[in-house]
C-alpha cells in the first residue's frame, strides 16, 4: 500500500514557477514509475509526465517539454515537478500517481494516486 500526498500548488503570475512535491509513505516507493497529471475544469486528465523507479528515464507531454520537469528522490519518498514559465492553459488540479509499469503510468494508469494540488495561473 502507497499513499500520495502532493503539496506546493498556488496562484503564480504567468511566466513563473512551482515546484511540486508527492510525499509517498511506504516502503516500496522506490519500486515505483511515478507520473503527473493534471485536470482543467471541464477537460478530461492529462498525462504530464513519468519518471521511472531510479529516475534515469522520463517522458514528458508535448506541451510541458522544456518547461516541467520531474524528478525523486527515493530516500526522501518524494516526487517532484518542477513547473517553469508557466501558462494561463496550465492551470488545473495536478495529481501525482504510482504504478510498477513506466508505460503503464504513460498511458494513464495508477495503481495508487494523490488527491490533487490545485494550480492557478493568472495572465
Known amino acids: 500500500q502507497v499513499q500520495l500526498v502532493e503539496s506546493g500548488g498556488g496562484l503564480v503570475q504567468a511566466g513563473g514557477s512551482l515546484r511540486l512535491s508527492c510525499a509517498a509513505s511506504g516502503r516500496t516507493f522506490s519500486s515505483y514509475s511515478m507520473g503527473w497529471f493534471r485536470q482543467a475544469p471541464g477537460k478530461e486528465r492529462e498525462f504530464v509526465g513519468v519518471i521511472n523507479w531510479n529516475g534515469a528515464s522520463t517522458l514528458y507531454a508535448d506541451s510541458v517539454k522544456g518547461r516541467f520537469t520531474i524528478s525523486r528522490d527515493n530516500a526522501k519518498n518524494t516526487l517532484y515537478l518542477q513547473m517553469n514559465s508557466l501558462k494561463p492553459e496550465d492551470t488545473a488540479v495536478y495529481s501525482c500517481?504510482?504504478?510498477?509499469?513506466?508505460?503503464?503510468?504513460?498511458?494513464?494508469?495508477?495503481?495508487?494516486w494523490g488527491q490533487g494540488t490545485q494550480v492557478t495561473v493568472s495572465s
Open positions: 500517481a504510482a504504478d510498477l509499469s513506466f508505460q503503464g503510468v504513460r498511458g494513464g494508469r495508477g495503481t495508487y
